[in-house]
């Protein structure tokens, strides 16, 4: 895992941002197959690698991002993160790790307040991918926006966590990894939650953010931590 504090040269504005490749297959309803994965390898690719991330919306704690590459097949049963329970994710994550080729990278909480939420989680989606050890040719990314500085040919998938298995292996692996550092964050500040919630806006964490103020790893760029800050200050 990577959560190297270095800052890298960044688009300044979306408009800078790279853009997604224009003949993406349009996405199709249904669970998530390798026909992205096919296709891309049709064209010339050997190693598709998936991309997704976990905690971009939350009010604390880092963004986990991952990339996955199969070579072997894949496990049965890959879905959107979001789709399975905490049970099913944890039997897959250790499925994907015994399939996959798998890269995590972390942009901390400290770097989400300098670089902006979405930089931060495109900046780490970057290093995953180049932190893969058997490397990549073709990225496959879930959303709608393309990291910078990416070493091979990509595209964008809307929706790709239900769309294509390699991004599906992403987005557990990353949640998977979020919901294991929040249960330590949780640890380390007791009485904010952050084991159950892991820093959603829940009713919850708002009472505990107006009981107990903000702590370390809560956003500090994020409008409702900043809100409470001013309020505790007066």
């Not at 879905?79 to 250790?94: G, I, M, P, V």
């Not at 990291?147 to 987005?171: K, M, R, Y």
Request: with cysteine; proline share 8%; hydrophobic share 40%.
């Amino acid at each position: 895992m990577d959560d190297d504090l270095q800052r890298e040269a960044l688009p300044a504005t979306l408009a800078d941002m790279p853009k997604p490749a224009s003949d993406s297959p349009e996405p199709q309803p249904g669970p998530p197959t390798d026909r992205y994965e096919r296709r891309a390898r049709r064209k010339g690719a050997r190693l598709v690698a998936g991309v997704d991330e976990a905690g971009r919306g939350p009010l604390a704690g880092p963004v986990v991002t991952a990339a996955v590459v199969f070579t072997r097949g894949y496990p049965d049963g890959l879905n959107d993160s979001k789709q399975l329970t905490a049970l099913r994710r944890a039997e897959l994550f250790e499925a994907i790790l015994a399939k996959g080729t798998v890269s995590i990278a972390i942009a901390s909480r400290a770097r989400i307040d300098r670089m902006n939420i979405l930089r931060a989680s495109l900046w780490a989606m970057s290093r995953a991918v180049s932190g893969l050890s058997c490397g990549a040719d073709h990225v496959l990314v879930d959303g709608n926006m393309l990291p910078p500085n990416l070493a091979c040919t990509a595209e964008a998938i809307v929706d790709g966590d239900a769309l294509s298995v390699s991004i599906a292996a992403a987005s557990i692996i990353a949640k998977v990894t979020r919901d294991r550092l929040m249960a330590n964050v949780g640890r380390a500040y007791p009485g904010y939650g952050f084991e159950e919630h892991k820093g959603y806006s829940t009713p919850s964490h708002f009472e505990a953010l107006r009981v107990h103020g903000p702590c370390p790893q809560h956003r500090q760029s994020f409008a409702p931590v900043r809100e409470q800050q001013l309020i505790l200050a007066i």
